[in-house]
Nanobody, 126 residues
């Protein structure tokens, strides 16, 4: 059974940092791209960042570029999202997801992702 399990969310003051983790199990994710999405209350889920498991190439949404860093530890089958300089508008449930690297669908398209985690809440207070 394939599982993506997020952890590391919590409450932090504006300007602070958090590191989210996504532990993957149940299959090999070589050939996949691991992504992070987030959904704020009353808003649609939006793409945050992704990383190619084989190769390590990364991509960021403009709103987080320069503040967030995505990385992976293939030995641990874990992907991380280091979030610095957090803002109240970063408050959301953060989801980990996986899509095949050969999938031609856009990285922003939720339908491109085969697997999703249950999400972890991040709350940034002002």
């Amino acid at each position: 059974q394939v599982q993506l399990v997020e952890s590391g969310g919590g409450l932090v003051q504006a300007g602070g940092s958090l590191r989210l983790s996504c532990a993957a199990s149940g299959r090999t994710f070589r050939g996949y791209v691991m992504g992070w999405f987030r959904q704020a209350p009353g808003k649609e889920r939006e793409f945050v960042a992704d990383i190619r498991v084989s190769g390590g190439q990364t991509y960021y949404a403009a709103v987080v570029k320069g503040r967030f860093t995505i990385s992976g530890d293939n030995a641990k089958n874990t992907v991380y999202l280091q979030m610095n300089s957090l803002k109240p508008e970063d408050t959301a449930v953060y989801y980990c997801a996986a899509r095949p690297a050969f999938n031609s669908q856009s990285r922003f398209d939720e339908g491109a992702y085969d697997y999703w985690g249950q999400g972890t809440q991040v709350t940034v207070s002002s």
